[in-house]
């Protein structure tokens, strides 16, 4: 039987912008092996599978690599896909994860809003391998759950940055947040994760719930707008909430499909 499949740009509200995501809704889970396979064949940064279980959704990420364990554009892709194609009726939908625990997004409008948990963030000396993954030394370096974070004097620093890949690779963390205050939002970032299967990400909900405490500790806000500096380029409204930050977009389909497997 035919397997539909979605994609979708996300944190974007015009299509070949912000960061496409593969969504597969499923009615029982296939085993890991397909899981990877299909998210290979899709090769897009992240593909989302889900499975209905009572009041909620259970969800999984995979790049063309490896299943990681929180993906923020594709939960929102998920949650556009169940709201406008796959009968969803309420206004909040639940999702659980294995490794993330319980997450939930929210429609007002055009505009969904996901709940994840707060990152654990600290400071940390720049390490020294840092000097050769990138063309410019950062002020600062800070460790969170799963990503290094480095800050920077400026946008212009991050739009200008060049990462060698082959380098990045070598860090023992999923990928590096590079970050900086922005020209016409409260931050801008880009996100490296060569090690994880995705070169450069094109906006990355999960790196936000590292970069939403650290820019409202240092901005001194709650509220706050970001702009993650891809060629395709994505718009967030954040909101720290302590353990809790939410992280809002804007989606467009780009295709519906299906999948014929053996």
């Not at 000396?125 to 410019?136: A, D, H, R």
């Not at 212009?156 to 082959?166: H, K, Q, R, S």
Request: glycine fraction near 6%.
């Amino acid at each position: 039987m035919p397997q539909p499949i979605y994609q979708v740009d996300a944190f974007t509200n015009a299509v070949f912008f912000g960061n496409p995501a593969a969504v597969c809704p499923l009615k029982a889970w296939l085993d890991d092996v397909t899981l990877q396979r299909i998210a290979m064949e899709n090769n897009l940064a992240e593909t989302a599978f889900y499975v209905k279980q009572e009041e909620a959704y259970e969800i999984r990420w995979f790049t063309p690599t490896i299943e990681v364990d929180l993906c923020g554009h594709a939960t929102l892709a998920a949650a556009f896909v169940l709201f406008n194609y796959e009968g969803h009726q309420e206004n909040t939908i639940r999702f659980t994860s294995k490794h993330s625990g319980e997450l939930s997004v929210t429609r007002r409008g055009e505009w969904l809003t996901l709940n994840f948990p707060t990152d654990r963030i600290e400071e940390i000396e720049i390490p020294g391998q840092i000097g050769k993954c990138f063309n410019l030394q950062p002020q600062l370096a800070f460790l969170g759950k799963t990503d290094y974070v480095l800050l920077y004097s400026n946008e212009e620093d991050i739009i200008n940055l060049t990462p060698i890949f082959t380098e990045i690779s070598k860090l023992k963390v999923r990928g590096v947040i590079v970050t900086a205050r922005g020209n016409k939002t409260d931050f801008v970032s880009r996100f490296f994760a060569p090690q994880s299967g995705v070169d450069e990400d094109h906006v990355t909900g999960s790196a936000h719930t590292t970069l939403i405490p650290l820019w409202s500790e240092r901005l001194d806000k709650i509220e706050l707008t970001a702009t993650q500096l891809s060629g395709r380029r994505g718009y967030l409204r954040c909101k720290y909430l302590n353990d809790r930050v939410e992280i809002s977009g804007q989606c467009k389909l780009y295709l519906i499909g299906k999948i014929y497997l053996e």
